[in-house]
């Protein structure tokens, strides 16, 4: 069955929608007809555009990162992640960061809601920042052969899960630009 096209204001409109009601509900209970009624859409509709709440959850959540890792090329490694750090202000890096550790959560008890996470999310997150690193290494900032080039996605990752763990405070700019200049450049020699 053919999708109708929404306009982009539709469209960020209901992704807007659909991102406040998972903030105060929560994944599981966060339903279609939930979405149909804040948006004043059918659930028809919904299911016709985005086919499944996982699908419709992950892709509002892709909609809200303003630029992909692949297009920020600004000539060096240190460069590349300060502008891909600063794709988000810290407002939305905390309200974002209380989602994903939600949807953590979620994840277990929904396979579809991880395959879509993984899918429409993380894939294309890593492809961009497998590019970022891959152009690193062509330009000569970091050695092939460093071991910790395959590392550097559990290193960031680690680091927004721990900094609310472990001092119960919100991952911003400043912590995330210190860690990467403490431990990821270190480790891969920048």
């Given amino acids: 069955?053919?999708?109708?096209?929404?306009?982009?204001?539709?469209?960020?409109?209901?992704?807007?929608?659909?991102?406040?009601l998972l903030r105060e509900v929560g994944y599981d209970a966060l339903t279609?007809?939930?979405?149909?009624?804040?948006?004043?859409?059918?659930?028809?509709?919904?299911?016709?555009?985005?086919?499944?709440?996982?699908e419709l959850v992950v892709k509002?959540?892709?909609?809200?990162?303003?630029?992909?890792?692949?297009?920020?090329?600004t000539g060096s490694l240190r460069g590349d992640v300060r502008a891909a750090?600063?794709?988000?202000?810290?407002?939305?890096?905390?309200?974002?960061?209380?989602?994903?550790?939600?949807?953590?959560?979620?994840?277990?008890?929904?396979?579809?809601?991880?395959q879509a996470l993984r899918e429409l999310l993380v894939e294309p997150e890593m492809t961009g920042l497998d590019l970022l690193l891959r152009r690193a290494v062509d330009r000569g900032e970091v050695r092939a052969d460093n071991p910790a080039l395959k590392y550097v996605p559990h290193m960031l990752i680690g680091a927004l899960a721990a900094r609310q763990l472990i001092e119960d405070r919100p991952v911003d700019q400043?912590?995330?630009?210190?860690?990467?200049?403490?431990v990821v450049f270190p480790a891969l020699g920048v």
């Avoid at 279609?32 to 996982?54: C, E, I, N």
């Avoid at 892709?62 to 090329?73: F, S």
């Avoid at 810290?90 to 939600?102: I, K, P, T």
């Fill in 1 to 20: 069955m053919a999708r109708t096209r929404l306009t982009p204001e539709r469209e960020s409109e209901l992704y807007a929608a659909v991102l406040d």
């Fill in 32 to 54: 279609m007809d939930a979405v149909a009624a804040r948006t004043h859409s059918s659930k028809a509709t919904l299911y016709r555009q985005w086919g499944s709440k996982p």
């Fill in 60 to 73: 509002a959540l892709r909609h809200n990162k303003p630029v992909a890792l692949e297009q920020i090329d």
């Fill in 85 to 114: 750090l600063g794709r988000t202000d810290d407002c939305q890096m905390e309200r974002d960061s209380a989602l994903m550790r939600g949807l953590g959560h979620a994840v277990h008890a929904n396979p579809d809601l991880g």
């Fill in 174 to 182: 400043a912590f995330l630009l210190d860690y990467v200049d403490s």
